[in-house]
C-alpha cells in the first residue's frame, strides 16, 4: 500500500515509524512536509509527558494514547537510547491555588503519584509567596523533539520511508497514493478548509542554562507558569495566547515568564537565556483521529485518516495515536480486500 503522510512533526513521524513496525514491507511510505526537525512545534516545547490543553477530547481517549506513549517512552529508556532521543525520567510537582482539587486520569500512568499534605504545601508557599490549596508529586518523562525527530527520520528512512520537502496545497496533489494521512498540525487549517474548531494556542519560552535544577516544577494556577528541565538547558514557560498568530518574542511575555518562574524557584534569577522561542499548538475542541474521503478533481476517492489538533500534548499523545492509525489503517486494508473479493 502506497502512504502518503503529511507533516513531519513529532505527529507525522511516529506515525510512520508505527506503520513500518506494523505493517513492514506492505507499506511504502513518503512523508510531505514543508518543516523539518529543529522547525517543528515539538521544537519549541519541553516534551513533557502530561496530557494538557486538549479542549473536550473524550478522557478515555486521552488515557488510552498517553499511556501507549508513555510505555514507548519508557521503552526507549529501558532499551538503553536515551541520549539518542533525548528521554529522561524526572520528578515533577504540579500545584494550584485554585479550590478545585487534582483528580488527574493520569495518577496509575505515572510513576509514584502523591497528593502533597498540608505541611509541604504551605512550606511551599511561604517559600513562593504563593497560597497553594493543591499538589502532587510524581515522575515522569521527558522526550525532547529535537532528539527524537532526527532518530526516527533516521529509522524511517532505513526501513525504506522517504521524505521530501513540499508543502501540500491539496490532497489532490497526493490522488497516485492509496492513503494519505493528513499530520500537518495547525496545517490543516489550510488542508482541511473547513476546520474552524482548530486555532493556534501561542507558547513563547526561554531556554536557560541552570544545570543545577534537576525536577519539573509547575503551577497551574492563574496563566500557569512552569521549569522543565531538558539535557541541556532549562526550559521557563510560558504563554497559552488562543488565537494568536505572531511567531515573534515579544518582551511583554519574557517579563512575565521571569517574573513567574524566579518565583517558583529563586535560583535561576541570573541564569543565563540561551534561546527564546515561540511555537503555535494545534488547538481543537477536540484532537482529531479519523477516517474520511476526499474526492479529487480526477473524481477518485482518496482515502484520508486525519491525525492533528494535539494542543499542548503532542508529544504526550503522539505514539498512541500512531497506534490508533494503525488500527485504521488495518480496517482500511481489510476493507480493500473485502471489496475485492466481493467482486469474483
Ligand atoms: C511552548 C510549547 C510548549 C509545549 N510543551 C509541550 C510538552 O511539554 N509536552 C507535550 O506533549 N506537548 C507540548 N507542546 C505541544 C506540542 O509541541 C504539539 O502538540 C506538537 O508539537 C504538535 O505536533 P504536530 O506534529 O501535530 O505539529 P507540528 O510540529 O506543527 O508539525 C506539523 C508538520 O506539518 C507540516 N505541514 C503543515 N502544513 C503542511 C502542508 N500544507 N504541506 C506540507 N507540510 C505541512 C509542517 O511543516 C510540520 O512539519 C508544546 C507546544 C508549545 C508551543
Known amino acids: 500500500m502506497k502512504i502518503a503522510i503529511v507533516g513531519a512533526g513529532v505527529i507525522g513521524t511516529t506515525t510512520a515509524l508505527r506503520l513500518q513496525e506494523q505493517f513492514g514491507h506492505k507499506v511504502l511510505i513518503t512523508i510531505f512536509s514543508e518543516q523539518f526537525s529543529p522547525h517543528t512545534t515539538g521544537d519549541v516545547s519541553a516534551g513533557l ?6 479542549g473536550d477530547t473524550p478522557q478515555e481517549k486521552i488515557l488510552k ?3 501507549d506513549t508513555h510505555d514507548y517512552f519508557h521503552k526507549l529508556w529501558k532499551d ?3 541520549a539518542e532521543t533525548g528521554v529522561s525520567l524526572i520528578p515533577a510537582m504540579r500545584v494550584t491555588t485554585e479550590s478545585e482539587a487534582y483528580d488527574v486520569l493520569w495518577k496509575d500512568v505515572v510513576f509514584g503519584c502523591i497528593n502533597m499534605d498540608e505541611k509541604m504545601l504551605k512550606r511551599l508557599s511561604n517559600e513562593h509567596k504563593r497560597n497553594y490549596k493543591h499538589g502532587i508529586q ?3 518523562f521527558i522526550c525532547e523533539p529535537s532528539y527524537l525527530l532526527p532518530y526516527l527520520y533516521k529509522l524511517i528512512t532505513k526501513a525504506g520511508g522517504r521524505f521530501e520537502r513540499k508543502r501540500v496545497e491539496s490532497f489532490d496533489e497526493l490522488q497516485s497514493f492509496d492513503l494519505v494521512i493528513n499530520c500537518t498540525g495547525l496545517g490543516a487549517k489550510v488542508l482541511v478548509k473547513d476546520d474552524a474548531k482548530l ?6 519560552v526561554s531556554r536557560v542554562k541552570a544545570p543545577w535544577i534537576l525536577h519539573v516544577t509547575i503551577d497551574d494556577s492563574d496563566d500557569g507558569r512552569y521549569i522543565i528541565p531538558n539535557m541541556h538547558t532549562i526550559i521557563l514557560g510560558g504563554t497559552h495566547q488562543a488565537d494568536d498568530y505572531n511567531r515573534k518574542v515579544s518582551a511583554t511575555d519574557r517579563q512575565f515568564i521571569y517574573d513567574g518562574c524566579v518565583q517558583l524557584n529563586a535560583s535561576i534569577k541570573r541564569a543565563e537565556i540561551v534561546k527564546e522561542m515561540v511555537g503555535l499548538r ?7 483521529l479519523e477516517r474520511d ?20 500534548s503532542g508529544v504526550t499523545l503522539s505514539y498512541g495515536c500512531a497506534i490508533e492509525v494503525g488500527d485504521i489503517v488495518t480496517e482500511i486494508m481489510t476493507d480493500s480486500i473485502n471489496k475485492v473479493k466481493s467482486k469474483l
Do not use: D
Request: glycine share 16%.
Open 293 to 312: 474521503t476526499f474526492t479529487t478533481n480526477s473524481g477518485k476517492q482518496l482515502q484520508i485518516i486525519h491525525n492533528y489538533g494535539h494542543g499542548g
Open 199 to 204: 486555532m493556534p494556542i501561542r507558547g513563547q
Open 282 to 288: 494545534p488547538g481543537r475542541s477536540q484532537v482529531r
Open 65 to 67: 494514547w498517553s499511556k
Open 80 to 82: 538503553g537510547c536515551a
Open 49 to 54: 509527558w502530561g496530557p494538557y490543553i486538549l
Open 138 to 140: 510524581f515522575n515522569t
